[in-house]
C-alpha cells in the first residue's frame, strides 16, 4: 500500500499579504450579513501577538482609533473644512494631561467646559465681560484664536507604559458661516447696485463690471479671513501640544496684571 502523499508546506505570508487577507475576510463577512464580531483590547493585543505584531504599535493603534470621534466634516466647496486637528503622543498619564489643557484652555484661551467624559473633554468660548475684554485688547499677545471657535475637544487615551495620545480638535463651523454670510451680503449689495444702474439707463456692457468686482474682492476676502482663522487655530494646538512635550504648566495672571503688562510695554516704546 502506498505511503499518503505529504503536504508540501507553503511559504508564509508577509505582512502585506496579511493585510490584503484580513481585509478580504472582513468584506467578504460584511457582505454575508453575518453580525461583525466585537473584540476587548486584551484581545487584539493577543491576536496582534500571534501575528507578530509588537504590543506597543498595538497600543498606539487602539489609541489612534479611541480618537477618531470627530464630528463630520462639512465639504467646504468653497473656503474648505470646518475642522482642525493636531495630534501627539506625550509623556503622562490621562489625568494629569487633562488637568493642564483644561487650565491651558479656560484660563489662557478663556474657554468653558461644555461637556466632559471619561476620555474626553469638550470646551466653549465664554462670553462674559473679562473675557470680552481680553480678545479686544488681545491682553497677553496671545491672540485667542481658540476662543473663535464653536468648540474645541480634547480626546487622551493611554499608549503605552507612560504615555498617552492626545488629540485636540477645534471646530470652526461659526467662522467659516461669517465668511460665507459676509460673502452673500456683499454679492447682494453689488446686485442690487447694478439694478439700480440698469434701472438709470446706464449702459449695460458697463455694468456688469462693478458686479464682477465686487464679487471677486468680496470673495477673496472672505477666503483669506477664514484661511487666517484656520491658520491661527491650527498654530494654537500644536503650541499648546508642544508645551505638553515640555512639560510645561500654564500661568494664570489677572486680568489687572496683564493690563499692567500691557501698559508697560506699550509706554517702553515711547
Known amino acids: 500500500?502506498?505511503?499518503?502523499?505529504?503536504?508540501?508546506?507553503?511559504?508564509?505570508?508577509?505582512?502585506?499579504?496579511?493585510e490584503r487577507v484580513l481585509a478580504r475576510a472582513a468584506e467578504l463577512q460584511a457582505s454575508s450579513g453575518e453580525p461583525a464580531d466585537t473584540m476587548t483590547d486584551a484581545q487584539i493585543l493577543d491576536l496582534g501577538k500571534e501575528v507578530g505584531l509588537s504590543s506597543q504599535v498595538l497600543r498606539q493603534a487602539l489609541a489612534e482609533e479611541r480618537t477618531r470621534r470627530d464630528h463630520p466634516q462639512a465639504p467646504g466647496l468653497v473656503f474648505g473644512s470646518t475642522v482642525v486637528t493636531a495630534e501627539r503622543t506625550v509623556r503622562g498619564t490621562a489625568e494629569n494631561v487633562f488637568s493642564a489643557l483644561d487650565v491651558w484652555m479656560q484660563k489662557e484661551e478663556w474657554l468653558q467646559i461644555k461637556r466632559q467624559f471619561p476620555d474626553r473633554i469638550i470646551w466653549e468660548p465664554r462670553r462674559d465681560f473679562e473675557g470680552g475684554v481680553r480678545r479686544l485688547f488681545n491682553v497677553g499677545g496671545r491672540g485667542y484664536a481658540l476662543s473663535k471657535a464653536t468648540d474645541v475637544g480634547a480626546t487622551v487615551v493611554p499608549a503605552d507604559e507612560g504615555r498617552v495620545l492626545v488629540r485636540l480638535d477645534a471646530d470652526l463651523s461659526g467662522q467659516r458661516r461669517n465668511a460665507i454670510i459676509g460673502l452673500a451680503t456683499a454679492t447682494t449689495f453689488g446686485t442690487a447696485a447694478s439694478a439700480v444702474a440698469i434701472a438709470l439707463h446706464f449702459a449695460l456692457v458697463v455694468v456688469p463690471v462693478p458686479l464682477l468686482a465686487a464679487g471677486a474682492i468680496s470673495y477673496f476676502a472672505a477666503r483669506g479671513a477664514y484661511t487666517s482663522?484656520?491658520?491661527?487655530?491650527?498654530?494654537?494646538l500644536e503650541q499648546t501640544l508642544d508645551r505638553l512635550e515640555r512639560g510645561e504648566r500654564a500661568d494664570n495672571p489677572s486680568l489687572l496684571k496683564l493690563l499692567a503688562q500691557a501698559a508697560s510695554t506699550t509706554a517702553r516704546r515711547y
Open 229 to 236: 482663522a484656520v491658520s491661527r487655530a491650527q498654530l494654537a
Open 1 to 18: 500500500m502506498a505511503d499518503p502523499p505529504v503536504p508540501i508546506p507553503r511559504p508564509p505570508l508577509d505582512r502585506a499579504a496579511l
